[in-house]
């Protein structure tokens, strides 16, 4: 049974689009989050929601917004999508501070 | 903030060798987590490895091990009797404890290659 599974797996789409990436974790974990991996491979946190309530918000444009229905879901909305939007996005979760984030395969989106 | 460096983007080591992945960091916490991820061809992310702060006690996991030099602030990994199956990406990253969350700081990664 996979733990943390994102869809689709890969995105591909013209600029301007409106897009969501979708995220579930059946782990019973709190909190969950949403990396970027960048075209060199580089990975930063975008937003991280427990139990349904943001806790972290990088500086990350507007144009992308998390939603989490329940503590077990987290959705990632992207508008108007821009070229350098092109990446890896991952989500992961965890139980607690300190411990071990599980991720899913990633769903790459790339922008035409 | 947190920094995590990995200053070795390449390495390759035979198959059955022992290698060893740099990575050191920068934080002003006291109670901080330390953990090398595994990235695939596959583009998983899987945990190799993790190292609370507090402990002194070097993590180890089968043949994956740290030598983690906490004065230092360093996080090495050694991979022993290397197989083909360790081929991948690397990452280093450090936590920081943020409220109910753990905001990971990864490092740039470095790209292992088992030969045979």
């Known amino acids: 049974d996979t733990a943390v599974s994102q869809t689709p797996k890969y995105l591909v789409t013209q600029m301007g689009n409106d897009k969501s990436i979708k995220c579930e974790q059946n782990?019973?974990?709190?909190?969950m989050y949403w990396y970027k991996q960048d075209s060199k491979k580089f990975l930063k946190i975008m937003f991280s929601?427990?139990?349904?309530?943001?806790?972290i918000n990088e500086t990350v444009p507007n144009r992308f917004s998390p939603k989490s229905p329940d503590k077990a879901h987290l959705n990632l909305h992207i508008n108007s999508l821009e070229l350098g939007d092109s990446a890896v996005y991952f989500c992961?979760?965890?139980?607690?501070?300190?411990?071990?984030?599980?991720f899913g395969d990633g769903t790459r989106l790339s922008i035409l | 903030a947190q920094t995590v460096t990995q200053s070795q983007p390449e390495m390759s080591v035979q198959e059955a060798e022992t290698v060893t992945l740099s990575c050191t960091y920068d934080?002003?916490?006291?109670?901080?987590?330390l953990f090398w991820y595994k990235q695939p061809p596959s583009r998983q992310m899987i945990l190799v490895i993790r190292?609370?702060?507090?402990?002194?006690q070097n993590a180890t996991e089968n043949r994956f091990s740290v030598n983690f030099q906490k004065a230092a602030k360093s996080f090495s990994l050694k991979i022993s009797d290397s197989q083909l199956g360790d081929t991948a990406m690397y990452f280093c990253?450090?936590?920081?404890?943020?409220?109910?969350?753990?905001?990971?700081?990864f490092g740039t990664g470095t790209r292992l290659q088992v030969t045979l």
């Open positions: 992961a979760s965890s139980q607690g501070q300190g411990r071990p984030q599980h």
């Open positions: 782990l019973g974990h709190d909190t």
């Open positions: 929601y427990n139990n349904k309530e943001l806790i």
């Open positions: 934080t002003s916490e006291n109670n901080y987590y």
């Open positions: 190292q609370e702060a507090y402990k002194q």
């Open positions: 990253a450090s936590s920081l404890n943020t409220g109910t969350a753990s905001k990971l700081t």
